[in-house]
């Protein structure tokens, strides 16, 4: 059973839970399939045949939905190799192909890590990194809320002591969820996470969510400060932080690969949360990243809502991109 008919039929007999959670999927990347997909419906109607005008045209469109010229050009290889290896003639027959060549681009003979790495004993430390505007505090506190969901005790710390305001909205945001937040005014953002951590450690919180002031202007500022910080968490907490996840948004498009880009440079990224991911046209930057950065996503925001982070999943992001390509 391919992709399609078994997500379709997931959604005819499938749980709630399930189907809700595709749902989710189809209505986040609405903006990308609209555009995408209809090109690519366009593309199939234009061309009987598949040819070298096909995979021009094909190119562009892939481009233009940010997957980034590399990616594209591996990938159009790629579907050239398959086309001719396996002798097909039809744009509609190659659709399955696409669709097999975009997950294949995205695991690359990596196993997908999609899932937070817990912490076996004591408090898990969670930092995020990004630069400002991307939506880095929201994350935590939709997280935040999904964790306390689940069950678990959760602590918020306001590490960004720099940005007028921060301290501010993830103060709101613990009000909101009912978490606790740790924090001081214009104080030094390690002796800030030293109060979280020891406090964290005192009350057996099961997991800590770290915000961090995002500055990229001055990479050996930060570059100091991370390691500054890192060091007071290991010190705290060892093998902490168990997970360091780079928050950038998917509307500005090649902008966020760049960012991820001095970001790795910087310090050790383990994940990668992509928000506003429903506000673009331009969602291919999830298989760009992936494969210019080398990191996997784990989250994406898909609404303003604080239900509306999900954990990512390839297989699913892939049907809300193109389930409207294919005929009933």
Avoid: C
Avoid at 211 to 229: F, I, P, S
Wanted: no cysteine; glycine share 8%; proline share 2%.
């Amino acid at each position: 059973m391919g992709l399609f008919d078994r997500f379709k039929n997931i959604i005819k007999t499938g749980n709630k839970e399930e189907k809700k959670e595709i749902e989710n999927y189809q209505k986040g990347l609405e903006k990308t399939r609209k555009e995408f997909s209809n090109q690519l419906g366009t593309l199939s109607k234009k061309y009987r045949k598949v040819n070298d005008e096909y995979f021009e045209e094909l190119e562009n469109i892939l481009i233009m939905a940010d997957i980034g010229v590399n990616t594209v050009m591996d990938f159009i290889d790629q579907l050239k190799k398959r086309v001719k290896k396996e002798h097909i003639e039809s744009p509609e027959d190659l659709r399955e192909i696409i669709v097999d060549e975009m997950f294949i681009i995205y695991v690359n003979n990596d196993i997908i890590v999609n899932k937070i790495q817990y912490a076996e004993n004591g408090p898990t430390v969670i930092l995020f990194v990004g630069v400002n505007g991307v939506g880095k505090t929201t994350t935590i506190g939709k997280l935040a809320y999904q964790l306390k969901e689940q069950g678990k005790k959760v602590l918020l710390v306001a590490g960004d002591t720099f940005r007028a305001g921060a301290v501010e909205q993830i103060q709101e945001w613990g009000q909101m969820i009912d978490v606790p937040v740790v924090y001081k005014e214009h104080a030094d953002p390690a002796s800030v996470m030293y109060d979280g951590l020891d406090r964290a450690l005192k009350e057996d919180v099961d997991v800590v969510l770290i915000d961090t002031a995002g500055r990229l202007q001055n990479k050996d500022n930060l570059m100091n400060e991370l390691e500054k910080v890192n060091k007071v968490i290991g010190k705290m907490i060892p093998g902490a932080p168990h997970e360091t996840l780079l928050v950038l948004d998917a509307t500005t498009g090649q902008n966020g690969i760049s960012q991820a880009k001095s970001f790795k440079s910087i310090t050790n990224i383990t994940g990668i949360v992509l928000t506003k991911l429903d506000g673009t046209a331009k969602g291919g930057i999830v298989l760009a990243i992936k494969e210019m950065v080398g990191i996997p996503v784990k989250y994406i925001g898909l609404g303003e809502k604080k239900e509306d982070l999900r954990v990512f999943d390839i297989e699913k992001y892939i049907y809300g991109l193109f389930d409207d390509t294919k005929g009933e």
